[in-house]
């Protein structure tokens, strides 16, 4: 459905859309941060985050300077959860000044963050004219140092295979690190006790939704996605600055790089490519600071192979969850692409009944998932708007699951009409753009590289 109507009504009837001020402060409940955006007199939006009080976090560690430059930036990612359901043409930046590179940055972040939105919207915008962003203040936030370590990791954890696998190869590793999860629930809490850490020795950060920009969805005001890795990506910052853990370890893999729509540049996963890590990295370094080191720990490796690697650790097989739909709920909904994404992925590398086990029924099974199988596979216009792998890699984790576990009959309905081939020697593939370390690629490719023996010698023991 097509809502650039009200889109073009809505930019006539707010036209300017505000960044008025941002406040922090220490309280007995931790850090509590407030930003404070409008659009014209009757919209007005006070996000809060708080983030708890920790043995491991001394807020008195930070300046006002610091301080002041890095929730800055976190009101600026915030900034497009609110500003989409007005969509002004003229965003006014008040507290502090920035040069035109800057602004090129976040247009373009503001941008293709809101890819999705504009296409689900039938929004036609262009990223000159979608917004035009100005600063009202004299005062220019210049570069400033924080006291971390890049040997010591920060690891979000969002409860899924993805970030389980970068928790457990550090782990092994001896590395130190600490995960960071954003308003926790069963699954990543979970994940992170699996992995020895008890609720408080994780950085949380209890992020909210002001209640007006609820209100005005479900006034029909305009709604969709925005980029909420990038938001995690600011957020981050100040957890690092916070605990002196330099390096912020994400778990995006170089699947996050494909287009969601074939033959556009609209991409679900737009902040985990590696576009926006780069863009993001540059950005820190020359307005931020130097003192950090963000990138993600599994961009050299593509879905197939996080999920092979996954699977060498079964005692996360009960609490992982990677459901959106079911996430209030901590279950696999089992009735969305996402949920049949991961269960393809995974097939090819865990026994059918510990898969059915894990979800409670065989999704390969399941008629019903039939429309959702065909965008995965690329025989829709779309793959799902949800953070999946690959066309090519879904048919190749098909053809390796057919193979594996069907070659004696049993196959599942969605599998029963399916031909298709794979390359054993592409889970051996290793992308070479990617910000690790050496250290870190040769810890990463040694895992890889165990973890496909044990495939292999579990295929020839099954056909």
């Not at 996000?47 to 043995?55: A, K, N, V, Y």
């Not at 690697?309 to 609490?319: D, E, G, K, R, T």
Request: proline fraction near 5%; hydrophobic fraction near 40%; include cysteine.
């Amino acid at each position: 459905m097509s809502n650039n109507a009200k889109y073009q009504q809505l930019r006539q009837q707010y036209p300017v859309f505000c960044y008025e001020s941002f406040q922090h402060s220490v309280t007995d409940r931790g850090l509590l941060v407030r930003h404070r955006f409008t659009a014209g007199s009757d919209i007005v939006f006070e996000p809060e985050t708080l983030i708890p009080s920790r043995s491991f976090v001394d807020f008195r560690r930070l300046s006002q300077r610091q301080y002041d430059t890095l929730v800055f930036q976190m009101g600026m990612i915030e900034l497009v959860s609110y500003w989409k359901c007005v969509c002004s043409p003229k965003v006014v930046i008040k507290p502090f000044d920035m040069g035109q590179q800057q602004l090129e940055f976040w247009k373009k972040l503001y941008f293709n963050g809101l890819g999705e939105f504009f296409y689900i919207n039938g929004i036609s915008a262009t990223q000159d004219d979608f917004m035009d962003i100005v600063c009202e203040s004299d005062t220019t936030l210049q570069p400033v140092d924080f006291d971390t370590d890049t040997d010591k990791y920060l690891v979000p954890i969002g409860g899924g295979k993805d970030s389980v696998v970068t928790l457990e190869v550090l782990r092994k590793a001896g590395t130190a690190f600490r995960p960071l999860i954003i308003n926790p629930r069963g699954a990543t809490t979970e994940c992170a006790r699996i992995a020895g850490f008890a609720p408080d020795e994780v950085f949380e950060i209890r992020r909210t939704i002001h209640p007006r920009l609820l209100e005005l969805n479900a006034q029909g005001y305009l709604n969709g996605h925005t980029p909420f890795s990038a938001m995690l990506a600011f957020y981050t910052l100040l957890a690092s600055a916070l605990t002196g853990y330099g390096s912020i370890a994400l778990s995006n893999e170089n699947s996050a790089n494909e287009a969601t729509v074939i033959g556009t540049s609209v991409n679900h996963q737009y902040s985990k490519s590696i576009e926006f890590e780069n863009d993001f990295r540059q950005y820190v370094k020359s307005y931020v600071s130097g003192s950090f080191n963000y990138f993600s720990f599994l961009r050299p490796l593509a879905e197939l192979q996080i999920a092979m690697l996954f699977a060498c650790n079964p005692q996360y097989f009960s609490v992982f969850r990677s459901c959106n739909a079911g996430s209030k709920q901590n279950i696999w909904c089992c009735n969305c692409p996402k949920c049949l994404f991961a269960y393809i992925i995974l097939s090819p590398f865990i026994e059918p009944a510990a898969m059915e086990g894990i979800f409670g029924k065989n999704l390969l099974d399941e008629p019903a998932m039939r429309p959702y199988l065909d965008e995965l596979r690329g025989l829709a216009p779309t793959k799902p708007f949800e953070c999946v792998g690959t066309i090519s890699e879904v048919n190749a984790a098909l053809a390796m699951t057919k193979r594996r576990f069907c070659a004696n009959g049993g196959t599942p309905l969605l599998l029963q009409d399916f031909d298709g081939t794979y390359d054993m020697a592409a889970l051996s593939d290793f992308c070479t753009e990617n910000n690790l370390s050496e250290p870190l690629q040769t810890l990463l490719r040694s895992e890889v590289e165990k973890a496909q023996v044990e495939f292999q010698n579990a295929v020839e023991g099954n056909v």
